[in-house]
């Protein structure tokens, strides 16, 4: 991570360790333990200190821990509306980011659909989500948890002879409440990242 973008992290856990470790831990939430509070973030354990942040035990010094950092210093303790979902372009003011959303968020898993369906059962696992039984629409779906309150309902249409596949990520209605929206936007591209290196088995 660039000094730059250290500095801003670090402003981020400094804002968030203004509250106290059990309005924090409350917040995000978090098993207050003595090391710092530990929690799932992007599919690995998460320990937040005031100074550092690691996930399953190596320091977070990449984007990962950067968006961490910001959810940390933005989430409230307040309920996911996950009963109503809207996809990004529905968010307040998030047309200036919809563009690269669909290439980085969504587009970037269409290649590996197939691979997605065979594997849903671990992957969901893997980001304390699961695979949604009736879904409104697509030939398969899951829920994934990147960080604890911002969860990411995916529905997947396999190719076929007629279609192509294709790739719908939804947000819970009252996403930006628990974030900032190009957070939320980094959050889905970085998961999608995430999900491709764990079918590639990396």
Same mark, same amino acid.
């Given at each position: 991570?660039?000094?730059?973008? #250290?500095?801003?992290?670090?402003?981020? =856990?400094?804002? /968030?360790? !203004?509250?106290? &470790?059990?309005? @924090?831990?409350?917040? $995000?939430?978090?098993?207050?333990?003595?090391?710092?509070?530990?929690?799932?973030?992007?599919?690995?354990?998460?320990? #937040?200190?005031?100074?550092?942040?690691? =996930?399953?035990? /190596?320091? !977070?010094?990449? &984007?990962?821990? @950067?968006?961490?950092? $910001?959810?940390?210093?933005?989430?409230?303790?307040?309920?996911?509306?996950?009963?109503?979902?809207?996809?990004?372009?529905?968010?307040?003011?998030?047309?200036?980011?919809?563009? /690269?959303?669909?290439?980085?968020?969504?587009?970037?898993?269409?290649?590996?659909?197939?691979?997605?369906?065979?594997?849903?059962?671990?992957?969901?696992?893997?980001?304390?989500?699961?695979?949604?039984?009736?879904?409104?629409?697509?030939?398969?779906?899951?829920?994934?948890?990147?960080?604890?309150?911002?969860?990411?309902?995916?529905?997947?249409?396999?190719?076929?002879?007629?279609?192509?596949?294709?790739?719908?990520?939804?947000?819970?209605?009252?996403?930006?409440?628990?974030?900032?929206?190009?957070?939320?936007?980094?959050?889905?591209?970085?998961?999608?990242?995430?999900?491709?290196?764990?079918?590639?088995?990396?």
């Amino acid at each position: 991570m660039s000094q730059n973008y #250290l500095k801003i992290r670090n402003d981020y =856990l400094k804002k /968030a360790w !203004a509250r106290s &470790p059990g309005v @924090l831990s409350a917040c $995000l939430p978090a098993e207050l333990a003595q090391a710092g509070l530990r929690f799932q973030a992007f599919g690995e354990e998460c320990l #937040l200190t005031e100074a550092e942040i690691t =996930l399953n035990g /190596a320091a !977070a010094n990449g &984007p990962e821990g @950067l968006l961490i950092a $910001l959810y940390a210093s933005s989430v409230p303790d307040q309920a996911v509306q996950l009963d109503s979902l809207k996809a990004f372009k529905e968010l307040p003011n998030s047309m200036p980011y919809q563009g /690269a959303f669909t290439a980085n968020a969504e587009q970037i898993l269409v290649p590996q659909v197939i691979s997605l369906h065979r594997q849903q059962e671990r992957l969901a696992a893997a980001f304390s989500g699961r695979v949604n039984v009736a879904p409104p629409s697509g030939d398969f779906s899951f829920t994934l948890y990147p960080l604890p309150r911002i969860p990411l309902y995916y529905i997947f249409h396999l190719p076929d002879e007629e279609f192509p596949a294709s790739v719908t990520c939804l947000f819970a209605a009252n996403a930006p409440d628990f974030m900032p929206l190009d957070g939320l936007a980094d959050v889905a591209e970085y998961t999608g990242k995430k999900l491709v290196a764990l079918i590639a088995g990396r």
